[in-house]
DNA sequence: GATTTGTTATACATTTAACGTATGACTATG
DNA sequence: CATAGTCATACGTTAAATGTATAACAAATC
């Protein structure tokens, strides 16, 4: 990022207040103040100091700049040639850092520029989209990149200039700050298809014996379930024959009846509504995943990103609420 | 001079960068700096500080804006999308602050603005127009007030906004700095029909029998003579029939006879040469006045004085040399 | 994989600077 | 002449900024 000479855009030239002068602005402020006011005494009331603090302020100012602001004496006061071409320069450049001022600060209250967030696939394209809609319609200029990953990854993107992201499961990185959202119940499902011929499993034991997917993000070779009423757990050792990252492709596969799988309830509801595959042993689940809106722990976050969090915070209860 | 709350010009609404950040100006520079050499260290380097005293300004920077300006890492930096719009910023409000000093340091070295000068009418009309003439050649944009006062409450016109004054006599205001610039002669002089059938004085204490003129500024009732070989000192009691506080109109009345006068050489020299008046005793002489450029004592000057300081101090000797 | 180098951030002690209080000097006012 | 209010300075206190030392970290090098 390093610029070289030829791209070096600080002012260059001898500064005729040099460090050490104190706050340069307050001096020049002090000034201002003192011309208006009249008087050194009645400028120290109005600034909320002394009056030996507001003469010692213009004498800094008046040799650091090597000019007579102001010829005075213990009764009278005026502005010499030199002190009135200060002022009015002065009163430029401080309505100029007060533009700066309100920029700054206007950047820090209003989201401005690009949102980068990161969802994975499953909510991404469509249970948070109504949330992102609304954060679009609240603030005008905004714009936001919605990446669907389900890289586990997350700290990798933020690093790279991404904002924040949803993120399934327990947040480990102490990077990180989660804000939980909600849980998302994990059931298990298979095809009408892939009963047919078969008994019906009555526990959750019996489901063993039937052919598995897997979903290698969440589960491989072994399952855990736990009764919804009884809290009694079960581990199950499966062979699956197919495995997966994706969510949609496990529920493809389900519905083809090529085995049983164990999924988020939200992603198979239709699919459970339409019939095309069924709940086994509902009593039966796996245990539920924690969902988190995670971002970079930072001194400070722009306002974009604290918009964003404010709304996600407000309305992620009822997006993840422990029915879905 | 109090300004009224309508008239106030001072920016308001609260200030980001509050006093007690130390001084912003400097703190933005610092960020400037950081900015274009790629990393605090070499930052640090290039100000000639330390890299925790760098390190420390960009944090009270960002805590003061509440801004994350920089995303830095042991190895890595880049600047936020609040950065870059600081950074731009910061440019251009610095930029500023270096016209300001421009033009304020442009103001100490340039002269500029109405040089106002007290010159007894005595020199003002002729004997110190050619340097005036020369001052206002060399700086264009330079106006003189060019004032004829023979009063000697010099001090008084000098709190009034007067920058300088040409006085004749002894300096005795302490407030007042004195540069020595020459003598003027003081010589006896008187008309030609005045001396109509009498004899011609040979030795000052004839003098005393003619009848006398006072320029009441610098003689009236008693005149000091000193021989100018012998160095002695004859004091004359005189009876003036005519007293002014104007050597011109001593002069005329001189030139028509009605009496004995004592003025300065330069100013009776052409009415010697063509014969309006001769010298009387020409050994003996009234001490001679000093004439110095006075100014009050101050810190500071503004440069349109210090220019005419130094171009009557280069020339003055010429102009009052001991034979004027 | 271990070591080196160079980075940023922080603790600590020192140095520097800004401040408020007290007060002197001055001048306008009553 | 006394009083009130001004500006400038001396002094001691407080606050802040600094440099040094160092921990933690990560990329580069061996």
């Not at 030239?13 to 009249?38: N, Q």
Request: proline share 6%; charged share 20%.
């Amino acid at each position: 990022m390093a610029l070289d000479d030829s791209q070096s855009k600080i002012p260059s030239g001898t500064l005729l207040l040099p460090p050490g002068t104190g706050d340069r602005i307050e001096l020049m402020l002090t000034f201002l103040r003192i011309v208006e006011a009249g008087n050194l005494s009645a400028a120290a009331a109005q600034l909320g100091t002394t009056q030996p603090t507001v003469s010692r302020r213009l004498q800094t100012l008046e040799r650091a700049l090597g000019l007579r602001l102001l010829q005075r004496t213990t009764h009278t006061m005026r502005l010499t040639q030199d002190g009135e071409r200060c002022y009015e320069r002065a009163k430029e450049l401080l309505a100029g850092w007060a533009r700066f001022e309100s920029e700054l600060k206007g950047a820090r209250e209003e989201p401005e520029g690009t949102l980068r967030v990161i969802v994975p696939h499953a909510f991404g394209q469509d249970r948070l989209v109504g949330p992102l809609a609304r954060y679009l319609q609240q603030h005008a200029g905004m714009t936001v990149e919605w990446l669907l990953h389900d890289d586990r990854a997350i700290h990798d993107y933020i690093s790279a200039g991404i904002d924040c992201a949803i993120q399934v499961g327990e947040v480990t990185d102490p990077g990180l700050v989660a804000i939980p959202l909600g849980q998302v119940q994990r059931i298990v499902v298979a095809a009408p298809s892939l009963l047919a011929g078969r008994d019906v499993p009555q526990d959750a034991g019996e489901l063993a014996k039937l052919p598995w997917l897997a979903l290698h993000t969440y589960y491989r070779n072994e399952v855990l379930l736990e009764h919804t009423v009884s809290h009694k757990r079960k581990r199950l050792q499966i062979k699956p024959r197919f495995s997966t990252d994706s969510l949609y492709a496990l529920r493809s596969a389900a519905i083809r009846g090529l085995g049983v799988g164990i999924g988020s309830r939200w992603a198979l509801t239709e699919a459970l509504a339409n019939g095309q595959l069924v709940q086994l042993v509902p009593e039966w689940q796996a245990a539920p995943l924690p969902v988190s809106l995670v971002y970079p722990y930072a001194r400070f976050y722009p306002a974009r990103l604290r918009r964003f969090i404010d709304l996600i915070r407000a309305e992620g209860g009822a997006l993840f609420d422990s029915a879905g």
